[in-house]
């Protein structure tokens, strides 16, 4: 057998310097400003208090959207995109903000309106049930998960899915 050599490189670690020297070194740990981190956590919370009002212009802009999929079945791929769209942008925010249901609900719709899936008016109805189940959750300010009431929501928007795709199958 020939002989073989093997050789080792060590490759710099880029990481730090990309964290712009907060990684730690040995025993140290990284620490951040009290002042800045309250001031940001508070900027947060503010951003909170206007996230229902500020969501539901995006929650109407999808009903828009909707309406313009019932009324011109013949462009609904380029309004499918527009909702997915949206769903997109919104589907980080809600959890962001405490309203962890607009953030499941626009990450189903976010799949829901994929290039891949139909245009079909059953979809359509799919799409409305996802938009009025996020203007529930708005309106009656349900953060978080939403407990038992989110269930039931969640419950509801499925049966909704089930009941549009079996007439689609």
């Not at 309406?67 to 949206?86: A, N, W």
């Given at each position: 057998m020939p002989k073989v050599t093997v050789r080792y490189y060590r490759l710099k670690n880029k990481l730090k310097e990309k964290t712009l020297g907060l990684a730690p070194r040995g025993d140290?740990?990284?620490?951040?400003?009290?002042?800045?981190?309250?001031?940001?956590?508070?900027?947060?919370?503010?951003?909170?208090?206007?996230?229902?009002?500020?969501?539901?212009?995006?929650?109407?802009?999808?009903?828009?959207?909707?309406?313009?999929?019932?009324?011109?079945?013949?462009?609904?791929?380029?309004?499918?995109?527009?909702?997915?769209?949206?769903?997109?942008?919104?589907?980080?925010?809600?959890?962001?903000?405490g309203y962890q249901l607009i953030s499941d609900f626009a990450d189903g719709l976010y799949a829901f309106t994929d290039k891949s899936t139909s245009t079909s008016d059953n979809h359509v109805e799919v799409i409305k049930a996802h938009i009025d189940a996020m203007r529930v959750v708005i309106k009656q300010r349900i953060s978080g998960d939403g407990g038992e009431v989110g269930a039931e929501i969640k419950a509801g928007l499925e049966a909704a899915i089930k009941k549009y795709m079996a007439q689609n199958a």
């Open positions: 140290d740990e990284i620490s951040f400003d009290e002042d800045i981190l309250a001031q940001a956590t508070a900027a947060l919370e503010d951003m909170a208090e206007d996230y229902p009002d500020w969501v539901s212009t995006l929650i109407d802009q999808l009903a828009d959207v909707h309406r313009r999929c019932v009324d011109t079945p013949e462009q609904r791929v380029p309004l499918f995109e527009q909702l997915h769209s949206i769903a997109h942008d919104m589907r980080g925010q809600g959890g962001t903000f």
